[in-house]
């Protein structure tokens, strides 16, 4: 039973349709609304309350891009939480490919470096009691109808998976758009490791599919925005199987978080060739997800940047 649940990027698009999903459940007695803008996050909360007719929801100033920021954000909660949604990311602002002060690409510090750390500061500060979710993609096995390809490691090192988070393995070829798939992929495996190491807690790896209606392809150049965003999601992609609606992608995570059929250390998504529909564990469609050594490794080579 999760009452209390924190939703990271919670202010628009998948993270807030979660939040007023997850309202409207009975058992649901607090939400924290985990945004980096106070402005924007005052905003969502009038229309949650307005539209749950609930006021159970409360603003943590927090930015995932900035691990001191995720580490204040930690120490404000007074209480643990049941339930952890990390669904904040994108394809890394205007610059994703610039280094970090602690060392990784902005696109990674947005998809993953913060929730390592968000993740991290719970457990350590025992705030963290039953599952934590973290928002993948089908594009960590890559997407051919989309032309993402499948991350292609060559020796799945802890070295190999520090040059990903670094940008070095790209060699000055720094597509976000690919390269996003890298990191989910990267993050997908800390995951699984994460269940190994810590079995008290579920930890699950969702894709919310191709969502319509986000905010993870704003930040895309302008020509590439505009067809993915406004004529693929909208009028290509449904007719392929490719994008369904904002409040299906917010129901994988309630259910991600509530259904006791989903395995710890898994990650779900949708079958082979499409982004819609019924999720499947993805090991049956790419058997290196189950490899504990590079479980370990992807795990040990985030935490180099921690």
Same mark, same amino acid.
């Given at each position: ?29 607090? %939400? ?23 006021? %159970? ?128 992929? &990267? ?13 008290? %807690? ?23 925005? %505009? ?72 795990? &040990? ?6």
């Amino acid at each position: 039973m999760n009452k209390s649940i924190l939703i990271t990027g919670a202010n628009a698009g998948i993270g807030k349709e979660t939040a007023r999903q997850l309202a409207l459940q009975k058992d649901t007695e607090l %939400i924290y609304l985990a945004c980096r803008n106070l402005k924007k996050a005052e905003i969502a909360k009038k229309e949650l309350i307005n539209a749950t007719g609930k006021d %159970i929801f409360k603003i943590v100033i927090l930015d995932v891009s900035k691990p001191e920021s995720v580490r204040k954000a930690v120490r404000s909660l007074a209480n643990p939480i049941d339930a952890l949604i990390m669904n904040a990311g994108g394809t890394g602002g205007k610059t994703p490919e610039k280094i970090t002060k602690d060392g990784v690409t902005e696109l990674t510090a947005s998809n993953l470096l913060g929730h390592v750390v968000l993740v991290d500061e719970l457990i350590h500060q025992h705030k963290l009691n039953n599952v934590a979710l973290f928002a993948s993609s089908e594009a960590a096995r890559g997407i051919k109808k989309m032309g993402m390809k499948r991350p292609n490691l060559t020796a799945y090192s802890v070295e190999e998976f520090a040059a990903i988070f670094n940008g070095t393995k790209f060699n000055g070829d720094f597509d976000p758009f690919q390269v996003y798939g890298w990191i989910k992929y &990267a993050g997908t495996l800390w995951m699984s490791n994460m269940a190994r190491k810590h079995p008290n %807690i579920k930890f699950i790896s969702m894709s919310p599919g191709g969502t319509r209606g986000t905010n993870g392809m704003n930040d895309l150049p302008l020509l590439k925005r %505009i067809f993915l965003k406004h004529i693929g999601m909208k009028l290509i992609m449904p007719l392929m199987g490719m994008s369904h609606s904002v409040e299906k992608g917010a129901k994988r995570f309630v259910d991600g978080i509530n259904n006791s059929s989903f395995k710890s250390g898994a990650f779900y998504a949708s079958k082979e060739n499409v982004l819609t529909g019924k999720v499947v564990n993805q090991s049956s469609i790419w058997k290196d997800l189950d490899n504990p050594s590079y479980q370990n490794n992807a795990d &040990a080579a985030i935490h180099q940047f921690v």
